[in-house]
């Protein structure tokens, strides 16, 4: 049997269309390895009725708010200047909907400005939340009761996630099928989407940066080396003589392409390395560490402790996929 997780997805008026089309991208093509979907979609929004783009034109959604009422997941698309970005107001029939999603155990997110309508509807009262840093100060002013963090990517609640602008709704949406389904499906999901498979989400929203020149972005292949090398003691001038650069300036490059140093890029990659390997693998702890290049178990385990917050074993235990067996 293949039941699929039912994602209710709400359009309101001033809709942004990345924000709508996001979860529906990504929880759509999240699938097993016999091609099966995992998610049911279901755009909806207050009646039934067509809502305007902030882009200037209509999407017609087939369903209305009662959708939200079996789903498992309720994701709050961002949007433009409306109601609840302007006065922090939202209409009652919306209100109702998240809050009784919300009461009887549903997961409720939002994507970017989507959680202006989440602290109207009083969800995120006294609990950690983000949106699109840019509606920071706003946020703040209308709704000073909800500990609101501009610089990470989405915060992860519970039972109530938040993400900032644009490209880290996927980051959540990703997030959250890799939570339900493990890495294997999550990572297909990206790849089939040609996205990055994995951000961490407390890494910081790329606030007025400057990009590097396009003759500065040369280490693209470097990091592919290193990738599949991740088992062996790579140091920093490994990774210099690689890129055919001296050590300072392979530094400042690699922060200018990746905004972290390449010694935190290694060691998220050997931990997003080994996370893969508890999944898919019945490999000994000890074995995964090697293989990660994380060393012993007890390196594996103190990395994984500080960067996740989880030991190997439990992680196992929560995310390990057991595949299905038919009955005869």
Same mark, same amino acid.
């Given at each position: ?39 049911e ?6 009646g ?6 902030a ?5 017609a ?29 939202l209409?009652?029939e919306t ?17 970017c ?51 900032a602008g644009?490209?880290?709704g996927?980051? %959540?949406?990703? #997030?959250?099928v890799? $939570?339900?389904?493990g890495?294997e499906? @999550?990572n =297909?999901a990206?790849? &089939?989407? +040609? ?21 500065d972005v040369t ?13 062996a ?16 300036t ?14 935190r890029?290694?060691?998220q ?17 000890e ?12 390196? %594996?385990?103190? #990395?994984?402790?500080? $960067? ?5 074993? @439990?992680y =196992?235990?929560?995310? &390990?996929? +057991? ?6």
């Amino acid at each position: 049997m293949n039941e699929r997780h039912l994602v209710a997805i709400v359009a309101l008026e001033g809709v942004v269309p990345f924000d709508l089309g996001t979860p529906s991208q990504i929880f759509g093509t999240a699938r097993d390895d016999n091609g099966h979907r995992k998610y049911e979609i279901q755009v909806c929004s207050p009646g039934g009725r067509p809502v305007m783009t902030a882009a200037g034109y209509r999407v017609a959604p087939e369903h209305g708010l009662e959708a939200t009422e079996r789903a498992g997941t309720v994701v709050v698309s961002g949007i433009g200047s409306g109601s609840p970005v302007e006065t922090g107001s939202l209409d009652e029939e919306t209100r109702s909907a998240l809050r009784a999603a919300h009461a009887r155990g549903a997961r409720v997110m939002s994507v970017c400005t989507g959680a202006f309508v989440l602290a109207a509807a009083g969800l995120l009262d006294e609990r950690p939340a983000t949106t699109h840093w840019w509606w920071a100060e706003r946020f703040r002013e209308l709704f000073p009761q909800v500990k609101l963090d501009p610089d990470v990517l989405f915060v992860d609640d519970g039972d109530v996630l938040t993400s900032a602008g644009v490209g880290a709704g996927i980051d %959540l949406c990703l #997030h959250v099928v890799r $939570t339900d389904f493990g890495s294997e499906v @999550a990572n =297909r999901a990206a790849r &089939r989407s +040609v996205v990055p498979p994995w951000r961490e989400g407390g890494q910081a929203q790329y606030i007025e940066r400057p990009l590097p020149r396009t003759a500065d972005v040369t280490l693209a292949g470097t990091r592919a080396w290193a990738q599949e090398r991740l088992d062996a003691p790579l140091s920093l001038q490994d990774l210099a003589e690689h890129a055919r650069m001296s050590v300072r300036t392979f530094t400042r490059r690699f922060r200018e392409e990746t905004g972290v140093s390449p010694a935190r890029w290694l060691l998220q990659r050997r931990v997003d390395h080994a996370r893969a390997l508890l999944e898919s693998t019945d490999l000994p702890v000890e074995v995964v560490a090697r293989r990660a290049g994380l060393g012993t178990a007890a390196g %594996l385990r103190q #990395h994984m402790q500080s $960067t996740i917050g989880v030991a190997p074993s @439990a992680y =196992r235990r929560t995310f &390990r996929v +057991v595949p299905e067996v038919s009955g005869g």
